[in-house]
T-cell receptor, first 117, second 113 residues
């Protein structure tokens, strides 16, 4: 079963507007972490924001905020005041803590964001 | 700055060849991961390792094996490469802390002909 679901293969937004990228996750654990990464056409993976399952406040990093709704198991990324340089693939990911102290990070299929001038 | 280095940016191999993809990190990270990235499928976890000589299967381990003889090095092995293993392979590492982000290598684009 898919652990991370990103239902929007592609999204378009006008420059300077806000956009929300959806992410839902599936876990029965109480302790987990949620991440968003950006991958521009250059291919590098850029960390954007992190939310821990026990964090009571939504994470924010500059123009990025994470709308964390634990009961709904959603962790949507909100980008405010979009810029042309925000055009990229965006991946939602979840860290699961496993027995024995190991952990793994699983990713969604991604959303391609295009910012129009 | 943390560095995760993958030995090759582009690699072309023939069907049936044994292929080694090497990954080295310089931050003494416990965890290392191998993903493959395909259009429309996102990043899929192949194998991961949380300590030297320790390895765990990810979501798509079939056709792959790994080796971690030293903490800084995590190798992905394709025992007998097949055309459906043509993909972008990404290595990543992190320390064993909950909010620590993954550090990624620049990827290896493997083509199996």
């Amino acid at each position: 079963a898919q652990k991370i679901t990103q239902t929007q293969p592609g999204m378009f937004v006008q420059e300077k507007e806000a956009v929300t990228l959806d992410c839902t996750y599936d876990t029965s654990d109480q302790s987990y972490g949620l991440f968003w990464y950006k991958q521009p056409s250059s291919g590098e993976m850029i960390f954007l924001i992190y939310q821990g399952s026990y964090d009571e406040q939504n994470a924010t990093e500059g123009r990025y905020s994470l709308n964390f709704q634990k009961a709904r198991k959603s962790a949507n990324l909100v980008i405010s005041a979009s810029q042309l340089g925000d055009s990229a693939m965006y991946f939602c990911a979840m860290r699961e803590f496993l027995r024995g102290g190991s952990e793994k990070l699983v990713f969604g299929k991604g959303t391609k964001l295009t910012v129009n001038p | 700055d943390v560095k995760v280095t993958q030995s090759s940016r582009y690699l072309v191999k023939r069907t049936g060849e044994k292929v080694f993809l090497e990954c080295v990190q310089d931050m003494d990270h416990e965890n290392m991961f191998w993903y493959r990235q395909d259009p429309g499928l996102g990043l899929r976890l192949i194998y991961f390792s949380y300590d030297v000589k320790m390895k765990e299967k990810g979501d798509i381990p079939e056709g792959y094996s790994v080796s971690r003889e030293k903490k800084e090095r995590f190798s992905l092995i394709l025992e007998s490469a097949s055309t459906n293993q043509t993909s972008m392979y990404l290595c990543a590492s992190d320390s064993r802390q909950g909010n620590e982000k993954l550090f990624f290598g620049s990827g290896t684009q493997l083509s199996v002909l």
